[in-house]
């Protein structure tokens, strides 16, 4: 997707759930004018216990990095009864 002039996006999925050997994560790339290469990496589920046996998630040490990786869902039935929102900044630097 591209996105405005002032970054923000929207994007609506399914609350990702776990396969065999990972825990629930959404893969994200992004590209940018004047960035070389694109910038992937994964977003997971706040509060999920098969996070701590994630190996991906664990590389991550740095707890304010692992922090920012994590998608906290809310109630927001303002848009769809049962539905969840979770905001999230991405911050290229």
Request: charged share 20%; no cysteine; hydrophobic share 45%.
């Given at each position: 997707m591209v996105?405005?002039?002032?970054?923000?996006f929207?994007?609506?999925?399914?609350?990702?759930?776990h396969?065999p050997?990972?825990?629930?994560?959404?893969?994200?790339l992004?590209s940018?004018?004047?960035?070389?290469?694109?910038?992937v990496?994964?977003?997971y589920?706040?509060g999920?216990?098969?996070n701590e046996r994630d190996?991906?998630f664990n590389s991550?040490?740095?707890?304010?990095?692992?922090?920012?990786?994590l998608?906290h869902?809310?109630?927001?039935?303002r848009?769809e009864?049962?539905?969840?929102?979770?905001e999230r900044d991405?911050?290229?630097?």
């Open positions: 996105v405005g002039s002032d970054g923000r929207a994007f609506r999925t399914i609350k990702p759930v396969y050997g990972r825990t629930p994560h959404i893969h994200v992004v940018a004018a004047g960035w070389p290469e694109p910038f990496t994964q977003l589920v706040a999920e216990p098969q190996s991906l991550v040490r740095d707890l304010r990095q692992r922090e920012a990786m998608m869902f809310a109630p927001a039935d848009i009864q049962g539905a969840l929102l979770t991405l911050v290229m630097f």
